[in-house]
């Protein structure tokens, strides 16, 4: 009888908690945004996610026995702003800068199912977890798939479609898959400049 009066106890300050984080936070982003354990998930403020985005965390992994637990932090900073179908998927450390500047369709990811072939299914591997940091004032363009342990630096470009296998210093435009670095930008004369190929 007890057990049954905690769990409705924890349920609605669980929701009240939920409730909260989502007035604070999200009261920019569309209402179609999905969190999984939001405890983990620390903004700045001035978030904008656009429609049927996600961002997902995970503290356990229970197809290993026993259970892997994990640690997501995911940090996004202040005046984010993600068009829509954002997927951020954490179980490590994912940090976001400030000002940036996500467009459709970009995928997020920081672990790898361990990559043994000798289990049954990927799935019964440990997750293989390497942070990500995305610079301050970074651009992701469309369709862009950001793949764990890269850093992206400040300012960077990610032109559309690429797949983002290695860290890109700031400063940078870097396309394709594997992504990499066309043009640098030079300050003195302000211009982006070719990389010799
Ligand atoms: C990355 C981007 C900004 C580059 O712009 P740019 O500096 O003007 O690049 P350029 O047009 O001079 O192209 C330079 C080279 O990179 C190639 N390139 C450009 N963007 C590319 C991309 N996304 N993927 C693969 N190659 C690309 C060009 O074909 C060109 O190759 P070449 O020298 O062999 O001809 C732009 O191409 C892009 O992808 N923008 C993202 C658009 C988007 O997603 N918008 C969403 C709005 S939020």
New binding site residues.
């Given amino acids: 009888m007890l057990g049954w009066a905690k769990k409705i106890i924890y349920r609605f300050l669980f929701h009240r908690k939920r409730k909260r984080f989502i007035e604070t936070y999200c009261r920019n982003c569309a209402s179609t945004l999905q969190l999984r354990e939001f405890e983990y998930i620390h903004p700045s403020g001035d978030l904008f996610i656009g429609e049927n985005s996600q961002l997902l965390c995970w503290s356990a992994y229970n197809s290993v026995q026993p259970p892997q637990q994990l640690s997501p932090n995911l940090r996004i900073g202040k005046n984010f702003h993600a068009?829509r179908n954002l997927t951020i998927q954490c179980a490590g450390n994912i940090t976001i800068g400030d000002d940036v500047?996500v467009?459709s369709d970009v995928f997020i990811i920081n672990y790898n199912h361990g990559l043994s072939p000798l289990t049954a299914s990927y799935l019964e591997n440990k997750l293989d977890v390497s942070e990500v940091v995305i610079g301050n004032g970074v651009?992701l363009?469309?369709n862009v798939v950001v793949l764990p342990g890269v850093h992206i630096g400040d300012k960077t470009?990610i032109?559309?479609?690429?797949v983002v296998t290695r860290d890109v210093p700031p400063y940078s435009?870097a396309?394709?898959n594997p992504a990499k670095v066309?043009?640098k930008y030079n300050n003195k004369t302000q211009q982006?400049e070719n990389i010799d190929k």
């Fill in positions: 068009t500047l467009a651009w363009g469309n470009i032109g559309a479609g690429s435009i396309v394709g066309i043009k982006w």
